[in-house]
């Protein structure tokens, strides 16, 4: 079995319970979503999944069809790693008594990360980047006493849409204003 690592980006309107449809569709086929965000998109009234998955291309490519016939869905399609740009976000909470920040200065600023809050008891770090690069920062930190760790799902912009593109202009969807930003 030839699995890799695969993001799905589906296009949608605003409708309750497309997330559990989407959701159960992978449930059904018994593949693991790894990491899944969602949000508004650069078109009006137009929102984006962002999901990933590890599994073969031809599992991937079917899957992708069964989204893309749901109610609400408007496009859906995927990539492989060197189709996208990719980053995450993650913050680190460590205890002040072992993470003062003369001691963790060199690995906030070494590995691109910041102090974003910083209290009497404890200090937080935020890093974006690659699942790889908060998993680094993350490995390092741990002798510090991580007292709190989250990372947030991927966010991800395709190196070109033309697909939903093509696809929005087919329809001629008045009520999508901003379709044109889609180059």
Do not use: W
Not at 33 to 50: G, H, N, P, Q
Not at 53 to 70: C, G, N, Y
Not at 172 to 179: A, N, R, T
């Amino acid at each position: 079995m030839n699995e890799k690592l695969f993001t799905i980006c589906v296009f949608t309107e605003n409708k309750v319970g497309l997330l559990n449809r989407i959701s159960g569709i992978f449930t059904r086929r018994k593949m693991n979503i790894l990491s899944l965000t969602t949000s508004e998109s650069e078109i009006k009234d137009v929102y984006r999944f962002t999901i990933t998955i590890k599994q073969p291309l031809s599992e991937v490519i079917k899957v992708t069809k069964v989204i893309e016939k749901q109610v609400g869905v408007l496009k859906a399609f995927y990539y492989e790693e060197d189709n996208g740009i990719f980053r995450e976000i993650a913050l680190y909470k460590l205890p002040i008594e072992f993470a003062t920040p003369e001691n963790i200065e060199k690995y906030v600023h070494a590995y691109g990360a910041r102090v974003i809050d910083q209290e009497p008891e404890f200090i937080i770090i935020e890093k974006t980047g690659t699942e790889r690069d908060t998993q680094v920062l993350f490995d390092l930190l741990k002798p510090f006493h991580i007292m709190g760790f989250v990372r947030s799902g991927r966010v991800a912009l395709a190196r070109s849409l033309p697909q939903l593109r093509n696809y929005l202009d087919q329809l001629h969807l008045d009520s999508f204003e901003e379709v044109s930003l889609l180059n």
